[in-house]
């Protein structure tokens, strides 16, 4: 079949801005993958040794955040990008998998096994393409969700069973290792090694690639059968309902994204340690109620790591504080300054007097 004359220099088929996207999307995620895989296998050398050769462990999660955030920025874009080609372009669903492309698996097993002379003739995107696309969209939601959750721990808890966040971690981290594999595996052997693609950077497939991978949409270009734009009236109406819909929404969400980056609520950097200075007690513990105490155990957040009656936890705080022998300038000294994990509690959380209830109810529990 003769090309014709307007093909001569290859097929259209990514425009500038889809090729920017995915420029932003290949930074992005070489970026993430690598300020987060030695994250996950911290314990390992080489994984410590990655670390901080990336500048130690705060900036490899600054920069694996920063990352995270931009790809959160460029998932708006495209969704807004989508239903723009949807709603008012009226355009083809090309990514959604149907009987076809379950027809052109099967004959591209028996193309490969030598059964069949007849490679599929396949659309504007083949089976691969469309898996592809589709896990992504899936596994940038699952980190989106999980590594929201892995940043702020405390937020979370405080709507969702404290055992959703270790859930999460093992999530992000095993979806992680399933993104990078399948990128080196499946990606690169289908537009690098099968055949070079240079599409998403030159914008152009030649006419033996298309008719290898996009048999079906050829035959439809060069039948003459693309598929029409709505008239101009109709998009212009459209556009009028689209736009005012995109703009609100466009804000809701970046506002989202500017809230969720600016919210950070954690044991570890939001409770402020003490300085010395703000360390001396001045009350009596003799003042102290146990009722309030208990009250206070809970509404301040002791049972958390330290259980309901200070019995421990399974986790940080494994150890029973009930009934303790600490005397009273020890135990504020404990809980002003925060010793390990624990965090500090300055005046402003807990007034001295708060201290000589929580002491005088833990002193008397069993
Ligand atoms: C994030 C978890 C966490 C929270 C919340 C927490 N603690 Fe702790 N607490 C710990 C850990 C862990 C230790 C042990 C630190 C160490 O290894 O030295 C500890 C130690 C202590 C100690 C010292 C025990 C000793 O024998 O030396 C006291 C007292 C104490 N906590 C009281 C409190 C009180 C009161 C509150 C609430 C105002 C509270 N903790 C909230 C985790 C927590």
């Known amino acids: 079949m003769a090309k014709t004359q307007t093909h001569h220099d290859g097929y259209q088929r990514f425009k500038p801005s889809q090729r920017f996207e995915h420029i932003i999307v290949i930074l992005t995620f070489t970026v993430l993958a690598l300020t987060g895989i030695p994250q996950k296998f911290s314990s390992h050398d080489w994984a410590k040794s990655m670390i901080d050769f990336l500048g130690g462990i705060e900036s490899v999660r600054i920069v694996h955040r920063i990352m995270a955030t931009l790809l959160v920025a460029e998932s708006i874009y495209h969704g807004g990008i989508l239903s723009y080609k949807i709603y008012v ?7 959604i998998p149907g009987i076809k492309d379950a027809r052109d698996v099967w004959d591209y097993i028996r193309y490969n096994l030598g059964w069949s002379k007849e490679h599929p003739h396949m659309p504007r995107y083949n089976f691969g393409e469309k898996a592809e696309y589709l896990a ?18 405390i937020g979370t808890a405080a709507i969702l069973p404290g055992a959703w966040i270790p859930a999460a971690k093992a999530a992000h981290g095993a979806e992680a290792v399933l993104a990078v ?14 055949m070079l693609n240079k599409s998403m950077f030159t914008g152009k497939l030649t006419h033996g690639q298309m008719k290898e991978e996009h048999g079906a949409e050829l035959a439809e270009i060069e039948a003459g059968r693309t598929w029409p734009l709505p008239p101009p009236e109709v998009i212009q109406k459209r556009r009028r309902v689209f736009l005012p819909y995109a703009v609100v929404m466009s804000i809701i969400l970046v506002a989202g994204l500017i809230y969720f980056v600016s919210f950070e609520e954690s044991a570890i950097s939001t409770v402020p340690r003490l300085s ?23 509404a301040t957040g002791c049972d958390a790591c330290h259980g309901a009656r200070g019995e421990g936890t399974e986790g940080l705080a494994n150890f029973s504080i009930a009934g303790t022998s600490l005397s009273f300038e020890a135990f504020a000294t404990s809980v002003r300054r925060g010793p390990a994990e624990m ?11 708060d201290l000589a209830h929580l002491w005088v109810w833990l002193t008397t529990k069993e």
């Open 89 to 95: 372009l009226g355009q083809r669903l090309t990514m």
């Open 136 to 153: 992504m969209v899936w596994g940038t939601l699952i980190m989106v969700l999980t590594g929201f959750m892995l940043w702020n721990p």
């Open 181 to 194: 594999l399948s990128i080196i595996t499946w990606h690169m052997y289908n537009v690098h090694v099968k």
């Open 276 to 298: 010395a200075a703000g360390e001396t007690i001045d009350v009596h513990p003799d003042i102290g109620d146990p009722v309030i105490g208990a009250q206070l155990w809970t």
């Open 343 to 353: 965090p500090a509690y300055g005046k402003q959380q807990l007034s001295d007097e």
